[in-house]
């Protein structure tokens, strides 16, 4: 149902300035006005998602239509419907085809939708500068196609288009909350699409009487498969079936066309029927068409005649049965085959039979004359820059070698027409060096005694080699200082014609050329000469893009491009490892890593571009060899792309596996944020930054940033606590993914004791013979106070071996408790290796040579209250030679809550002591947390 909005009038196709430039209107026909707030319009694959009453692009916000008012959705920007300020302005694409537009109110109840099945109910693109929206009906809600180009936006649909032959063009009375496409599954139809019976002959006259053919019509706006219908005929009386066709496999009917079954013995029909079997019909037959079983199926369509009393008629028969020659014909009216479900109303006599056709002539003298040529229709091939002509000759001519029709194929230019060719046969081949542009042909017949055919009329749209260019200031630059891009999209590569087998080709971009200057060809020498020769045209617009070796072409008007993305091999092919002056023209291999490239702007325009400036762009080939060049057009891009149209942006995809862990074990614990690398469709990865926001919880305000190119950061908190995390990736203009988030919970340690901010050292020599050869061994201990419970995550002491020492020592380091002296009751030791531990200056001032040794506890060991010892001592040491293993100890008590106690160990004693070294400390520091 239709209470409140409908989804009014669509451009899917653009307008006649640029595809890109989409529209959908929306009306109101409540009666009151109506609050749009938290409605939705969303299309079938996703693409749009509109939320009424959130913010577009301009934060300019209408929520409400008016009472039969109109409301006007416009895509990327207020552009694309000049002139008319659009309610609201959004971002995605419509398709062209296998789309939908569906409307929710704000309590997600389907007020309204359309769907392409696979194509639009309406609207007309088959001509870039004619293109006609799709809008509803004015006394109804089914579609039609506009009779205005670009539509009535914001204004009452037109009545609809008529096609120069008088038929309507692109009519579809599918409603549209109601998708009659079929359904299926591995090719298997689960609900049948309407079929219409179109046309029946049963005779052909005597000798001819196996000339019966069967025409079915297919009225919707979709192709059918006809896999599992069946058609069936009944005698007068007949209550079971006969099969004429049963279809088990894939066979379609085109959207709004016929397909044609005819008794195989019908050798003569023209045009050639689709299926033959050697089934016939008769007087008073009926024939329906099934979806199902024969007797039990579904009757899509069915027509009886004459004196048919069986279940196939519908209403009443068509009371006459055909004679010689004769169809029985659905009427066509109001630009419809009518179905009203009476064979005796909707059928009607047609002398003249036409299968596969509304209409034919078949007057004697209408070999060529009577009739236009059929099926005229051009392909494009992309492959061989050519366009396909193909036809079929008129209906009723028969070809015979009296009767030759000759074909003159005209091209039309707007009011001009120029004869191109002649010729006896149905196809014709014209290469073609203009794109982005529709063709226009005509073709008559005419047979040697003068007569003409009808003429028919074909066209065609030619893409550009492009997908889209856009021309537009750079929005980083300034408007007094303002710089220009051009980006370029395209689908695959190299995307430009290789009409030549060649090694490179060139884009030349023109300024306002209606008829760009672009030579066909130029024999200019070198390979270089030949660049260098063309990046200086007057009439082309100067560009600036990084080439092989990554330096500036800053004053070409080419941009040449390889036709591989192999450029070592190349060049090393092209040029044998000689390239000379060759590579400051050819642009960077990095800048296709996408089917996209931007490109800097380097004209000294005269005045800034306005959107009614235009570029127009000429594509050339390079034939070469080391001695020679020469530069053949390839095409002309007839395409005016405007200025001042940004490409729709494309922000770099959202960053992927984002971690963020906590390193204790570090003297300054850190975070280490990690992500998989992103990637941009639009703009170079190597272009992308990351952003990451970090901030502790529940102190937002106090948020700090880290900006760089790498997928990995290294942060150190400021305190302890749970941190939140938000990492996006950005473009070079600030397009930005969405975000994505992690926290991590830092626990940072307290100094508890530090003595390592001294800079004033002596030493302490421990292990081997000393100076005066005693041979006294020694360690060392340092003594620390805990006041209050504690758990001890790391220790630093500074350690060194002597600067002379031919044979270096290890250390063991033990932590100890006694209410006195060191004991041997160890509560936790780390060694070292000899080679672990530096040399150590024993003349130089200062610590130098010391090294900070820092003893981390994975499981923080907890100790209660008390004095407790670091003990120092040699491990792996030798027995012999100069003294060893040095500590460093200050002249004064830096630490007054322990001191520092050397073990004295007489060579020839087995007991050692221990002494007080005179008020010193070592250097040492600990870290932990106080226990509450």
């Given amino acids: 149902s ?61 929520k409400k239509i008016k009472t039969n008012g109109f409301y006007l959705l416009e895509r990327t920007d207020d552009n694309s419907v000049p002139n008319i300020t659009a309610d609201f302005v959004y971002s995605g694409t419509l398709s062209n085809a ?80 109601t998708n009659n496409q079929q359904q299926t599954n591995n090719n298997q139809q689960t609900s049948p699409a309407k079929i219409l019976i179109n046309e ?60 044609l079954w005819a008794n195989s013995g019908y050798t003569d029909i023209s045009p050639a029927p689709d299926i033959t079997t050697a089934a016939t019909i008769s007087d008073n037959n009926g024939v329906a068409i099934r979806f199902g079983p024969a007797d039990t199926g579904t009757i899509i369509d069915s027509v009886g005649w004459g004196e048919a009393q069986n279940a196939f008629i519908e209403s009443l028969p068509f009371p006459i049965n055909p004679s010689a020659n004769q169809s029985i014909q659905r009427k066509f009216q109001n630009n419809t085959f009518i179905d009203t479900d009476n064979n005796a109303s909707d059928f009607e006599i047609q002398n003249c039979p036409s299968p596969k056709a509304q209409f034919f002539n078949c007057s004697p003298n209408a070999s060529a004359n009577a009739n236009a040529i059929q099926n005229f229709n051009i392909a494009y091939s992309s492959t061989t820059m050519e366009l396909i ?11 015979s070698s009296t009767d030759t029709l000759t074909y003159y194929i005209s091209e039309i230019n707007g009011t001009t027409s120029t004869l191109i060719a002649t010729t006896t046969l149905t196809s014709f081949r014209k290469s073609i060096n203009e794109v982005g542009r529709d063709y226009v042909f005509s073709i008559q017949g005419f047979n040697q005694n003068g007569y003409s ?20 200031q750079d929005p980083r630059s300034s408007s007094s200082s303002p710089k220009y891009l051009i ?102 291999r990095n800048q296709l890593e996408d089917n996209h490239l931007r490109i800097e702007v380097r004209e000294d325009f005269a005045s800034m571009p306005t959107s009614q400036d235009y570029l127009k762009i000429a594509f050339y080939s390079y034939t070469t060899d080391r001695a020679s060049c020469e530069q053949i057009l390839v095409a002309i891009d007839k395409t005016k792309y405007y ?128 100076s005066f050869g005693e041979n006294i061994v020694r360690k060392i201990a340092q003594k620390f106070n805990l006041p209050q419970a504690t758990k001890i995550t790391s220790i630093t002491i500074g350690l060194a071996n002597c600067w002379d020492c031919r044979n270096p020592s290890g250390a063991r380091i033990s932590l100890t408790t006694e209410s006195a002296l060191p004991s041997e009751q160890e509560i936790i030791s780390f060694s070292l290796r000899p080679e672990e531990i530096p040399g150590y200056n024993t003349w130089a001032y200062g610590n130098k040579g010391v090294k900070d040794f820092t003893f981390f506890i994975t499981q923080p060991l ?64 600990l870290k932990g947390f106080l226990i509450e």
């Fill in 2 to 62: 239709h209470q409140k909005v409908i989804i009014n009038e669509v451009a899917w196709m653009g307008t006649s300035h640029s595809a890109n430039d989409e529209w959908i209107e929306l009306k109101n026909i409540s009666g009151n006005e109506i609050d749009l707030t938290n409605w939705q319009l969303i299309d079938l694959k996703g693409d749009i998602k509109i939320i009424f009453g959130g913010e577009d692009k301009r934060e300019v916000i209408n």
């Fill in 200 to 259: 029946i002959q049963i005779t052909g006259g005597a000798g001819k009487t196996e000339n019966d053919f069967i025409e079915l019509y297919n009225p919707n706006n979709f192709q059918v498969n006809l896999n599992g219908y069946r058609l069936v005929k009944r005698t007068k009386t007949g209550t079971s079936d006969t099969n004429i066709k049963s279809w088990t496999s894939d066979s379609y009917i085109p959207a709004n066309g016929y397909y």
């Fill in 98 to 177: 296998n789309e939908g537009l569906r409307l929710f109110d704000n309590n997600c109840n389907l007020i309204d939708e359309v769907l392409a099945n696979p194509d639009w109910p309406a609207g007309e693109n088959t001509s870039a500068a004619e293109r006609k929206t799709m809008e509803r009906d004015l006394n109804g809600f089914n579609w039609h196609t506009s009779n205005k180009i670009d539509g009535t936006p914001k204004a009452e649909n037109t009545t609809g288009y008529v096609s120069s032959n008088g038929s309507s063009a692109s009519t579809n009375n599918q409603q549209p909350t």
């Fill in 389 to 399: 002509l193909n036809w079929q000759p008129p209906l009723n001519y028969q070809n």
């Fill in 643 to 770: 200025f001042g149209k940004t490409p729709p942006p494309q922000p770099p995809t959202t960053p992927t596996n984002f971690q963020v862990a906590f390193q204790p074990e570090s003297e300054n614990p850190y975070f280490i944020a990690s992500w998989s690398t992103s990637t941009d469709l639009d703009s170079l990865d190597s272009e992308i930054k990351y952003q990451l926001d970090y901030w502790l919880e529940n102190n937002q305000t106090n948020k700090k940033q880290w900006i760089g190119q790498q997928n990995s950061n290294q942060i150190t908190p400021s305190s302890s606590g749970n941190y939140i995390f938000e990492l996006k990736a950005c473009d070079e203009f600030n397009s930005c993914s969405e975000s994505v988030s992690a926290s991590s919970t830092a626990l940072i340690p307290a100094i508890l004791v530090d003595t390592t901010n001294s800079s004033n050292w002596n030493s302490i020599s421990l292990g081997g013979r000393d």
């Fill in 453 to 472: 055919s009808a003429t028919s009329t074909a066209s065609t749209t030619v893409p550009s080699f492009l997908t889209g260019l856009y021309f537009y």
């Fill in 487 to 588: 980006d370029l999209y395209y689908d695959h590569y190299p995307f430009i014609f290789q009409k030549y087998n060649s090694k490179l080709t060139g884009l030349v971009f023109y300024l306002n050329q209606e008829s760009p200057p672009a030579p066909e060809s130029l024999n200019l020498g070198s390979l270089s000469s030949c660049l260098y020769s063309y990046a200086n045209i007057p009439e082309a617009v100067k560009i600036y893009y990084p080439n092989y070796s990554f330096y500036y072409n800053s004053s070409g008007n080419i941009l040449v491009l390889p036709n591989t993305l192999n450029p070592p091999e190349l060049y090393d092919r092209l040029y044998g490892g000689l390239p000379g002056g060759v590579y400051q023209y050819i642009i960077n």
């Fill in 862 to 925: 907890e100790l209660t209250t008390g004095d407790y010892f670091i003990v120092v001592e040699p491990e792996n040491s030798p027995t012999s030679g100069f003294w060893n293993l040095v500590v460093p100890s200050s002249g004064n008590d830096l630490y007054q809550k322990g001191d520092l106690y050397v073990y004295n160990q007489p060579i020839n004693q087995q007991i050692g002591q221990w002494i007080n070294y005179g008020g010193s400390d070592t250097y040492f520091r």
